[in-house]
């Protein structure tokens, strides 16, 4: 039990060190970057005077997006389709986001119960506190990741603390965002070439989607849990 100790501590201060890097990471560089990605002509600009690196830089964005959530997640991926076009913007925007999502779960695996706790707030934490007691963990998973307006950057922390198996959590998470991914960027494409009409209509249906995602959040979270907790019992 001694030798234990020392190594919970090291635990905690890393991860008081990491929480300390995203919050000054947050406050120095978060209200210009969210400015700059904000307006997708300027973004263009600023992502193509990195020449063949260009890519590169935008699928870093996504990362930060996920690991700092110093910018939102939908202006990035739909200006990566008004920059790129649909089907590079979706696979930049699935590659940057899975590996912000990577390095959220191993940092979770790595550090610990400690970690969440300072970055998710308690009331999500314990909303979402059902996702890791789930009897069917990957099909629970994949349903909370699909739905939109439900928040995945704090369900990534909090399945860093499930038993789900890392390579098979990753390939959930890539089928489960991908149709939002798709419809960001082909919004972005539209914009770009100037079929406005139809970027307006797929983003009314996807603003609908996601303001319902977001007031029935846990609702769906209750219920998927409701339902799996059910199944499991009928089998015994």
């Known amino acids: 039990m001694r030798k234990l100790k020392p190594f919970i501590a090291v635990n905690i201060i890393l991860a008081a060190l990491f929480v300390g890097s995203i919050v000054y990471v ?33 699928m870093l964005f996504q990362v930060l997006q996920v690991v700092i959530a110093v910018i939102p997640g939908e202006p990035v991926q739909i200006a990566g389709g008004y920059i790129f076009g649909t089907v590079l913007g979706t696979v930049y925007s699935t590659l940057g986001i899975t590996a912000g999502y990577i390095i959220v779960f191993t940092s979770v695996k790595l550090f610990g119960f400690p970690l969440v706790k300072k970055l998710v707030p308690e009331k999500e934490l314990e909303k979402c506190s059902a996702l890791i007691n789930s009897p069917k963990l990957e099909t629970t998973i994949f349903l909370l990741f699909l739905i939109p307006g439900i928040p995945k950057d704090i369900l990534v922390y909090i399945a860093g603390l499930t038993p789900i198996k890392p390579v098979l959590f990753f390939i959930i998470i890539t089928f489960a965002r991908f149709p939002a991914m798709l419809g960001s960027s082909f919004i972005g494409a539209e914009i770009q070439s100037s079929q406005y009409l139809i970027a307006i209509i797929v983003s009314v249906i996807a603003s609908i989607l996601f303001v319902l995602g977001y007031i029935y959040k846990q609702r769906i979270i209750d219920f998927v849990h409701l339902r799996f907790s059910k199944e499991k019992t009928n089998h015994k």
């Open 26 to 58: 947050t406050i120095r560089f978060g209200p210009e970057l969210t400015k700059l990605v904000s307006d997708p002509h300027k973004f263009r600009e600023y992502l193509l005077s990195f020449g063949p690196w260009s890519a590169a830089v935008f």
